[in-house]
C-alpha cells in the first residue's frame, strides 16, 4: 500500500467552511456482484454527521442573508434528528438559539447528542402530517409565537435544502466521477437530495437514471410507478426516510423510477456494509445501497452508480446492532449467522 498526501485541501474556515466536499467511496466488495461501479457519496464525514449539514446551512444562511435572522435569533424546526443536528451545529458556529421539536419515537442517542450540542429538544407523540399536533406544525406555531428574530426552518417544503443539493452535492458527484456518471439513486425523507442531485446531473446529462430509493410505509414507490400516493407496506424501522405526501422539495422531481427496498434488505446491508467495506453505517445508508445495487442489475453491467452514505451506525447502536430490538422487529431471523458475533 502507497501513500501519497496528493492535493489535499486547504485550511477550512471554521464549522460552516467543512460542510460539504465529502469524498466519494468506491464499494469496490458489495459492487463486484453486478459488474457495476457503485459509489457511495460519505455524507457521514461532514461535522456533524450527515448528509443533512447541507440542508440545515442554507436554510439558516438564507434567513440571514435576507436580515430573517441575526446573532442571538432561534431556529425553530421539526425534525426527525439529522436536521436538527446539524441545525445545533450551524446554530452554535453563528451565535444562534436552536430548540428541536421531533417525534417521540425517535433514538436516544439522536436526543442526547441535540442537548449536547446546546439544543432546546421537545419530543412530542408521532401523528401523522395532517393532524394539527404533528411535530412540524407545533414547530411552525412556536416561530411563529416566538416572533422577530425567529424562524421556522421548514425543511420538508423551504426549498432552500433542494438548493443546497443543486449547488453543491449535485457538482460534487459530477466533479468526482469526471461525468461519468450513469445512474443516481437514494431515499428521501424531505426530498431535498434527491431532487437537488437529479436536477444538476439530468441538466449536465439527461440519459444520467435518477431513482428513488422507498421504505415501507412510504408513498413514493407507488407515486413514482404508478402515480397513486399510496403506501407501500405498513412502517420501517429506518428513521427520516420515506413520506407520505408530495413536499415543495420533491414537486417537478426529475425521477426516472422507484424502487421499493424492505427492513430485511436494509438491516442486511448494514451488517455487509461493516463486514464487507468497514463501514459503520445507519439502516437508511444501507437501504440506499440495496437500491443502488438493485439499478445497477436494471441497467447491466460496465454502469456506475452513485448513492448517499447519509449517516453513521453510531446514532441507532442500541437499535441496530441490540439482538432484543431486533427480534421485536422480527428481523433478527434475517441476519446471516456469520454476521451474529456483531450483535449485544
Known sequence: MSFSLGSLPVIREGLIDAIGKTPLIKLANIGKETGCTILGKAEFLNPGGSVKDRAALWIIQSAINDKRLKTGGTVVEGTA?????????????????????MPNTQSMEKISLLRALGAEVRPVPAVPYD??????????????KLGENAIWGNQFDNTENKTAHYMT????????????IDGWVTSTGTGGTFSGVAQFLKEKNPKIKTFVADPPGSVLYKYFTEGKLERTGASSITEGIGQGRITNNMKDALCDGALHITDERSIDMVYRLLSEE??????????????????????????????????????YQSRLFSKEWLNTKGLLKGIPEKYHGLLV
Open 131 to 144: 393532524d394539527p399536533n404533528n411535530y412540524n406544525h407545533i414547530a411552525k406555531r412556536e416561530a411563529e
Open 169 to 180: 452535492t449535485g457538482p460534487e458527484i459530477w466533479a468526482q466521477t469526471g461525468g461519468k
Open 278 to 315: 468497514g463501514l459503520y453505517v445507519g439502516a437508511s445508508s444501507a437501504l440506499n445501497v440495496v437500491a443502488a445495487l438493485d439499478l445497477a442489475k436494471i441497467l447491466g453491467p460496465g454502469h456506475t452508480i452513485v448513492t448517499i452514505l447519509c449517516d453513521g451506525a453510531g446514532r
Open 81 to 101: 434528528g439529522n436536521t436538527g443536528i446539524g441545525m445545533a451545529h450551524v446554530c452554535k458556529a453563528l451565535g444562534l438559539n436552536c430548540l428541536i421539536y
